[in-house]
């Protein structure tokens, strides 16, 4: 439907409405209709994770404080999560070094996991619990040990069907190191305890 300005008090074409009685001191305003956001909705048997929040970096975890390596670990593991369920790593991928064999190996799987269109249910991280003694090493890195709580992890594919065994839940120690480095924090490695 096109609308088109008129100006004039001629006749009004036949078929139209009348004109609407206005008031000069009442202005006419559209209704505003609220814009529906989008809901989060976790991956299921029926297909991916939708709307996921993404991870946003504190404003403790910018500072080279003991708080701001805790919590700095904390948003890592948040990236984490969010790669997990969204198999999109590069926010993950930001803030960790590329000399990071074993995160290198976690962001590769996930890679393989999610390509041509497979996704994975479940594998919700917290880190319950992280200590560190905050004292530098001679290499300017800082050491800090995190418990890692995992659910399991369920693997699909585009016809719904488990494309691999699950992987079972976990509670594991890790002891993760990361440098500050112009003005940012950056994993740069990464030891589960066995």
């Known amino acids: 439907m096109s609308v088109t ?3 004039g008090g001629g006749t009004q074409p036949p078929g139209s409405p009348p004109p609407a009685s206005q008031s000069p001191s009442e202005p006419v305003t559209p209704s505003a209709t609220p814009t529906p956001t989008a809901s989060y909705k976790p991956a299921d048997a029926t297909g991916k994770a939708q709307n996921v929040p ?8 910018k500072a080279e404080t003991k708080e701001g390596l805790e919590a700095f670990a904390r948003y890592w593991f948040k990236e984490l999560n969010f790669a997990y369920e969204t198999g999109t790593s590069s926010g993950l991928e930001s803030v960790t070094s590329t000399g990071c064999e074993f995160c290198s190996n976690i962001t590769r799987s996930l890679k393989t996991n999610y390509a041509e269109g497979r996704w994975l249910v ?7 619990s992280l200590s560190t ?3 530098s090493q001679a290499d300017g890195q800082y050491q800090i040990a995190v418990q890692v709580q995992q659910t399991k992890i369920t693997y699909f ?7 691999r065994k699950p992987t079972p839940p976990s509670d594991t120690g890790n002891v993760m190191l ?7 924090w950056q994993i740069t490695a990464l030891h589960p305890l066995r």
């Open 54 to 61: 993404v991870p946003e970096l504190p404003e403790a975890a």
């Open 122 to 128: 479940g594998g919700h991280i917290e880190t319950p």
């Open 5 to 7: 300005a008129c100006s």
């Open 157 to 163: 594919d585009p016809g719904g069907s488990e494309f």
């Open 133 to 135: 003694t905050f004292e």
């Open 178 to 184: 990361a440098a500050f480095k112009n003005g940012a």
